[in-house]
């Protein structure tokens, strides 16, 4: 269930070897695995990433990183669930979480499902469904854009352009495009001239690209926390409702280990340390008049 995973690591290129220097130097403290070479310019960068223009001078490739496509991963990982006899309720919406009885509820537009527990896992949007339980949560949507263009060649491995903030991912012979982080409350508005923005500061680094003919353009809202780490835990003052969420600007990434932490909690196994690194109540508010009852 690989999602056709790149497992080549990721380049990070830039229009200059100064600004290449200082990134890695940033890199090293944080003990990221940096490749044999270390800043590569000229023929040595252009060998190492031929799908790039001159405008990329200088850059490094970061050892030991992923990058996969998330939709097919995503349907590969519903699939292998099922198979293991995982009932999934897709296009249903979820319109009120509750505790009732000493039961979680979910009601949704395909029925009201009753369980031990039940876990939040509507990024931005969750906001709204803890609401119900009369709590507020410091979330706000920090929008991105995306769209792929094909190009020929496509990179061989995941690009940063890092003075354009945009990251190219090969995916076939295309290659998805994605950048921007616009704070808005609106977490569905598309604006165009975002997309445009993309486009003029990606379009000098991308040799043969097709900027003409932009496909799957979209917008997603990343839930963004003030303190930049997840919200992962019980909701305060409902044991049997927990939030995955928050995960900032790298929820693929954290998935695996937000799974195992939310396991852990749902079975009692958890880390205390870890559990109250994440835990939501640092980013959450009660209703004092909601909790007690008298708008509800
Ligand atoms: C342009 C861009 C590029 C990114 N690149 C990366 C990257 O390279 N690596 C990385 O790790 N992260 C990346 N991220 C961040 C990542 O997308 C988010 O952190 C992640 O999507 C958050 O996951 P989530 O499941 O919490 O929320 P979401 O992905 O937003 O999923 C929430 C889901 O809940 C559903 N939902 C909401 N309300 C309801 C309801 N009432 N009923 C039913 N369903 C509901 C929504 O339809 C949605 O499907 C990127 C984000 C953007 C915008």
Same mark, same amino acid.
């Given at each position: 269930?690989?999602?056709?995973?790149?497992?080549?690591?990721?380049?990070?290129?830039?229009?200059?070897?100064?600004?290449?220097?200082?990134?890695?130097?940033?890199?090293?403290?944080?003990?990221?695995?940096?490749?044999?070479?270390?800043?590569?310019?000229?023929?040595?960068?252009?060998?190492?990433?031929?799908?790039?223009?001159?405008?990329?001078?200088?850059?490094?490739?970061?050892?030991?990183?992923?990058?996969?496509?998330?939709?097919?991963?995503?349907?590969?990982?519903?699939?292998?669930?099922?198979?293991?006899?995982?009932?999934?309720?897709?296009?249903?919406?979820?319109?009120?979480?509750?505790?009732?009885?000493?039961?979680?509820?979910?009601?949704?537009?395909?029925?009201?499902?009753?369980?031990?527990?039940?876990?939040?896992?509507?990024?931005?949007?969750?906001?709204?469904?803890?609401?119900?339980?009369?709590? *507020?949560? %410091?979330?706000?949507?920090?929008?991105?854009?995306?769209?792929? &263009? $094909? /190009?020929?060649? #496509?990179?061989? =491995?995941?690009?940063?352009?890092?003075?354009?903030?945009?990251?190219?991912?090969?995916?076939?012979?295309?290659?998805?495009?994605?950048?921007?982080?616009?704070?808005?409350? *609106?977490? %569905?508005?598309?604006?165009?001239?975002?997309?445009?923005?993309? &486009? $003029? /500061?990606?379009? #000098?680094?991308? =040799?043969?690209?097709?900027?003409?003919?932009?496909?799957?353009?979209?917008?997603?809202?990343?839930?963004?926390?003030?303190?930049?780490?997840?919200?992962?835990?019980?909701?305060?003052?409902?044991?049997?409702?927990?939030?995955?969420?928050?995960?900032?600007?790298?929820?693929?990434?954290?998935?695996?280990?937000?799974?195992?932490?939310?396991?852990?909690?749902?079975?009692?196994?958890?880390?205390?340390?870890?559990?109250?690194?994440?835990?939501?109540?640092?980013?959450?508010?009660?209703?004092?008049?909601?909790?007690?009852?008298?708008?509800?």
């Amino acid at each position: 269930m690989d999602g056709q995973a790149h497992k080549d690591g990721f380049l990070f290129a830039f229009p200059s070897r100064a600004y290449a220097a200082k990134a890695l130097t940033a890199f090293r403290r944080l003990g990221a695995p940096i490749a044999a070479g270390g800043v590569l310019t000229g023929d040595a960068l252009a060998d190492t990433e031929p799908a790039l223009t001159e405008g990329a001078r200088a850059g490094f490739v970061v050892d030991d990183q992923w990058s996969l496509d998330p939709g097919l991963f995503v349907d590969r990982l519903a699939e292998r669930l099922r198979r293991q006899g995982v009932e999934l309720v897709e296009g249903a919406r979820v319109s009120a979480v509750s505790e009732r009885a000493g039961r979680a509820e979910v009601r949704t537009s395909a029925g009201t499902y009753r369980s031990d527990a039940v876990v939040v896992a509507a990024g931005i949007w969750s906001r709204e469904l803890v609401r119900g339980l009369g709590v *507020d949560l %410091d979330l706000v949507a920090g929008k991105g854009y995306s769209f792929s &263009v $094909a /190009a020929e060649p #496509p990179p061989s =491995r995941l690009v940063h352009l890092g003075a354009a903030k945009v990251v190219l991912t090969p995916m076939g012979k295309r290659v998805r495009v994605a950048g921007t982080m616009e704070f808005e409350r *609106d977490p %569905d508005r598309f604006r165009r001239r975002r997309v445009e923005a993309i &486009v $003029a /500061a990606a379009r #000098p680094y991308l =040799r043969h690209a097709d900027w003409d003919d932009l496909q799957e353009e979209w917008v997603g809202p990343r839930p963004m926390t003030p303190d930049g780490l997840p919200l992962i835990g019980r909701v305060p003052g409902h044991s049997r409702v927990l939030l995955a969420t928050g995960h900032n600007m790298l929820g693929l990434m954290l998935a695996p280990a937000t799974g195992r932490l939310v396991a852990g909690l749902l079975t009692g196994d958890a880390d205390p340390a870890l559990s109250s690194r994440f835990d939501p109540v640092r980013c959450a508010r009660r209703y004092p008049w909601r909790v007690h009852g008298i708008l509800n």
